[in-house]
């Protein structure tokens, strides 16, 4: 980064991250494959368990009141702070990076499912008791389908930041990932800048993903996309 004045061992050209890459492409794959598979697994784990949880909420009012206190307690903990205890009770593994991932995760997807599934058009619901639907019944065929496009807010929201969980935990503890890459680049910031550029590839690429999936399983909304 010459014509900048910065020095190439603080800020490297892209040349220079590029043909880090090259030099070693098994080496960040291998890395990048593990990073992905963290992060893919908290993701899963906090679509899972924030959809059930939402249900849980939006059909008790009683549970809501109850819960909701808790779930503001969870989403203002510092997650980045909380890698280090992770990592200190659950080892160098994949276990306190899936976790942390969970922890960034799981909020954005059970306040969307809860905002989505209370925010039901009223007309829907009593059209579908005027014929006699069950509860049930009522539940899936009006009130899933028009809050899966704020779900999908949700999961969209979350997908970056399980990127960003996974990467974090392994800057604080790891022996394989792109975090840990980064972190033992030391001086060769080629190294570090080449896993940074791998770490926005791959985020980019799940988002294109995730919206082919939604693409397939709401198309009715896909006209609104810009």
Not at 9 to 36: G, K, N
Not at 77 to 92: D, E, N, Q, S
Request: hydrophobic share 60%; charged share 10%.
């Amino acid at each position: 980064m010459l014509a900048l004045d910065i020095a190439p061992y603080i800020v490297p050209a892209p040349p220079a991250v590029a043909r880090a890459f090259a030099e070693m492409p098994d080496y960040f794959l291998s890395h990048a494959r593990i990073t992905l598979m963290e992060a893919l697994a908290g993701l899963g784990c906090a679509i899972v368990t924030a959809l059930l949880l939402g249900v849980i909420l939006a059909a008790s009012r009683r549970v809501e009141r109850a819960l909701y206190p808790a779930l503001l307690v969870l989403s203002a903990i510092p997650k980045p702070a909380v890698a280090p205890l992770l990592i200190t009770i659950g080892g160098f593994g994949s276990g306190p990076k899936i976790a942390l991932v969970w922890m960034m995760c799981f909020f954005p997807v059970a306040m969307a499912t809860l905002t989505g599934l209370t925010s039901t058009p009223a007309e829907l619901v009593e059209l579908a008791r005027s014929l006699d639907a069950s509860r049930w019944r009522t539940f899936v065929k009006v009130r899933l389908p028009a809050a899966l496009p704020r779900i999908f807010v949700g999961v969209r929201t979350a997908l970056p930041l399980s990127v960003i969980g996974a990467v974090v935990a392994e800057l604080f503890g790891a022996v394989a990932g792109l975090g840990y890459v980064i972190r033992s680049a030391g001086t060769d910031a080629s190294i570090a800048f080449a896993a940074v550029a791998l770490l926005s590839v791959m985020s980019i690429t799940l988002f294109y993903l995730l919206a082919a999936v939604e693409q397939r399983i709401i198309p009715w909304i896909h006209h609104t996309h810009v």
